[in-house]
């Protein structure tokens, strides 16, 4: 019977080219405008790290003073290295790293190849296993590296085809900030989107390049990027702002947690180490602490940009528009053929058959529009790419959301069609028999 409901749209199409051309015209020009910002949004709100985000926690402690003190209000954003060193002395989850990010000089020996300024990230060795990151070559360094602070260096598969010509450049040297540092592991492609562990810079940017111990970029005082907040005197320290005992927090750490018993057992310990420094007087604030997932820390930080889910909503309320004009243009297809249809209601065919013609009808002009959508839906990623923004360049349109544009586009024009359809089914035949 479908088949047979598709036949008489495709005639209908024949006989009213025009009508039926509009109405491909409306869906895909919704379509193609919904399916760009979907598809942006979709891309920009994904899980960054699905194998492993629920077992993935940010840790904040509250160390601040009582200025500007509100009872309820969020612990600190980020961590001070006296908390953060100490967390990761003690180990008190199954993997913790503790890392910020970093701008490195970087001298190649390559010939050709001039001096660069490099993105970089100054962690510790949990962080790789930690977040699954994927090796080419070699792999990460060890917690003794951390401890005396080795100079070693992991780095990306783009930067080692670019200071090494590519190939396995394990235990080569790197001179970064006029210092050698020995290459231990090449990485194989990896680009978390968005850059959750970090997002006080910019989260949808191009990738870090350069990894080394958090350790070795404090003792070689190679400073870092981002957000700093102090709420004390830095100077005091002779390492500044950076200082061991500065009031400044300037540190992620995450922990590794797979289980909510140790979630739970994790928190109650953080409440008792802040319980300890308050007693010690560092810190001077009630017990505040928080232990976030992936997803949660995401949402909690508005990782995706305001302005695109405006554009989502904005192109969700074109689609809308068009879908009403459509509703329009199959009510006058429909009513146009009452003699037709009253016809077939003489002949037998009943307001359920009728009513299923139509939205027959209807669908298959979803389908059409949902081809010429799913091209201007291109066009609108590709002008996405051009854009100066950081997430620019991940605009593209995945199986899942090649999915999405087409049952989106059905089913938008099944929808517009149940009302031109309820009233396509409720012709008398008596009286289209009369008139003809």
């Given at each position: 019977m479908f088949g047979y409901y598709f036949d008489l749209a495709l005639r209908s199409f024949r006989r009213n080219k025009m009508l039926t051309a509009l109405m491909v015209v409306a869906i895909a020009l919704g379509i193609g405008a919904c399916m760009t910002t979907l598809t942006v949004f979709h891309v920009l709100s994904g899980d960054p790290i699905p194998q492993k985000s629920s077992r993935l926690f940010y840790v904040q402690l509250d160390p601040r003073n009582m200025d500007e003190y509100t009872p309820g209000q969020d612990p600190n954003f980020q961590m001070t290295r006296f908390d953060g060193e100490a967390l990761l002395r003690e180990k008190r989850a199954d993997r913790q790293a503790l890392m910020t990010a970093g701008s490195v000089a970087v001298e190649p020996?390559?010939?050709?190849?001039?001096?660069?300024?490099?993105?970089?990230?100054?962690t510790?060795?949990?962080f790789f296993p930690m977040f699954d990151v994927p090796f080419q070559y070699g792999g990460g360094w060890k917690p003794s590296d951390d401890e005396g602070r080795a100079r070693v260096a992991v780095i990306s598969r783009d930067f080692n085809d670019r200071v090494f010509g590519g190939g396995n450049s394990v235990g080569k040297s790197l001179h970064l900030q006029q210092t050698e540092f020995r290459v231990i592991g090449v990485l194989d492609?990896?680009?978390?989107?968005?850059?959750?562990?970090?997002i006080t810079g910019d989260r949808f940017g191009k990738?870090?390049?350069v990894f080394i111990p958090l350790s070795t970029s404090i003792a070689l005082k190679m400073g870092n990027d981002g957000d700093m907040t102090c709420w004390g005197d830095s100077n005091s320290d002779e390492e500044g702002s950076h200082g061991l005992n500065a009031p400044c927090a300037w540190l992620q750490y995450w922990v590794e947690l797979p289980t909510s018993e140790k979630v739970a057992a994790y928190r109650q310990y953080l409440g008792n180490y802040s319980d300890q420094q308050r007693q010690a007087g560092r810190f001077v604030r009630p017990t505040n602490v928080a232990v976030?997932?992936?997803?949660?820390?995401?949402?909690k930080n508005n990782a995706v940009p305001s302005d695109v889910r405006m554009q989502l909503w904005l192109a969700m309320g074109f689609l809308l528009v068009c879908i009403v004009n459509t509703i329009g243009l199959l009510l006058a297809k429909f009513l146009r053929r009452s003699g037709e249809i009253g016809v077939r209601r003489a002949l037998g065919a009943s307001r359920r058959a009728i009513f299923a013609q139509?939205?027959?009808e209807a669908g298959t002009v979803g389908v059409v529009g949902g081809i010429l959508g799913l091209g201007l839906a291109m066009v609108g990623l590709w002008a996405v790419r051009q854009q100066p923004v950081g997430y620019a360049e991940l605009a593209h349109l995945d199986p899942t959301m090649l999915i999405v544009t087409f049952v989106i586009s059905v089913g938008a024009a099944v929808l517009a069609g149940l009302l031109p359809?309820?009233?396509?089914?409720?012709?008398?035949?008596?009286?289209q028999l009369k008139s003809q």
């Open positions: 020996q390559r010939q050709g190849v001039v001096p660069f300024l490099s993105s970089g990230r100054y510790s060795a949990d492609d990896w680009r978390p989107s968005p850059r959750f562990y970090d990738d870090e390049e976030t997932d992936v997803m949660g820390w995401l949402e139509c939205l027959v359809a309820w009233r396509a089914c409720q012709v008398t035949p008596a009286i």
